[in-house]
């Protein structure tokens, strides 16, 4: 009988404590939502308190790298003589005047490497490996570190705007010099994404919230919610992924309205933020895969045109096997970097691009 009791009693005791621990995890999921929710609830009027107003009011900056390149992770960075790229297999610099020639190359740095900028006739990048800035000179030589940690990060103006890892989650965006000293906190959000534009930051914070500030990270606004990755086409465009319409990417006008950038697929592609490649010049737009053989260059005045109605404007035919990463124009000549920091070049023999009817012959 007694034998019995204890074993309704132990029957008893293991429910009871399942349920303390369904409890335990339901309140802590209340609060991390909380959290988030109140996160959420700040982005907008939260400020940084800081009061750099040499770089708020400058006009003209010195960045490190453009923000076209900027926008697709800095592979390729480019001065008066020479093209930098880098990807999975380091960084590589090529001589512009020899650009057509075969193992002109010269390989400066063997990690994989991001985020290229030149400042100062130094080389500062990412080391994908360690998380850490480097920076050394272009020769490949002096490397010198300046901050570990990093998950993003972009030079201008004699300082270096970025984000960190802390505690295995997404930091908000601090500005330290330019040689790592003086760290500060401009904007205290969770930040996935950012990037500087003009005299702005530009990030999506929180919850899948598009907002942007000043270089201080002060005068905060919302652009945007429901937004799962964006980047800047130009002053007045965004491209950006709704998370409720997740198949289609859109375009943000500065006035605030929205315009949805054709269907879920075009040419048999389906088009995310990350299929477009964008340069000064031209918008390459390709597959997030990396098994296709077809990629189309655009001319920027006629990618909403190429977009929306399919017509004949000017679009050309690139074959290769690699992920595309970034893309540069020096003379007639277009320069692929693909995922592993090896370029292609593809001669676009000035503005004769291609119509549908060649571009059909050469696929055919």
Known sequence: MEQEKKKNNKKIVIPVSIVA?????????????????????????TTSNKSNNDIVNKENHIYGNTNEHNSNQGRIATDDEYLYFAGKYGITKQAKKDILEFNTEQKIFTAYSLYLNLYNNYIYFLNMEN??????????????????????FYVIDNYIYYTKYENEYMSGIYRMTIDG???????DHSVSKFYIYGNCLYYIAGENILAYSDLNGNNENILKSDVNNFK??????????????????????????????????????Q???????????????????????????VKKNYLWTFISKSSEEYYYCIKGGNKVGDIELIDNTLCIVNEYGSCEYTNTKGSDFMNEEKLNEIIN
Do not use: H, W
């Not at 339901?26 to 609830?41: G, L």
């Not at 000293?181 to 904007?187: A, I, Q």
């Not at 007045?236 to 950038?261: A, F, P, Q, W």
């Open 181 to 187: 000293k003086n760290e500060e906190l401009l904007v």
């Open 232 to 269: 800047m086409l130009n002053d007045n465009n965004i491209l950006y992924e709704d998370t409720v319409d997740s198949n289609c990417v859109y375009s943000l006008k500065s006035n605030g309205t929205s315009e949805r950038m054709g269907g879920t697929n075009y040419m048999d592609k």
């Open 131 to 152: 998380n850490t800035i480097y920076r050394i000179d272009k020769t490949g030589n002096g490397r010198t570190e300046i901050a570990s940690n990093i998950k993003s």
């Open 271 to 297: 088009l995310t933020v990350d299929s477009f490649i964008i340069n000064k010049d031209y918008t390459l737009i390709l597959p997030p895969d990396s098994s296709a053989f077809k990629y189309y260059a």
């Open 21 to 45: 621990i369904i409890v335990v995890i339901i309140s802590v999921v209340i609060v991390i939502n909380s959290q988030k929710q109140q996160n959420n609830n700040n982005i907008g009027t």
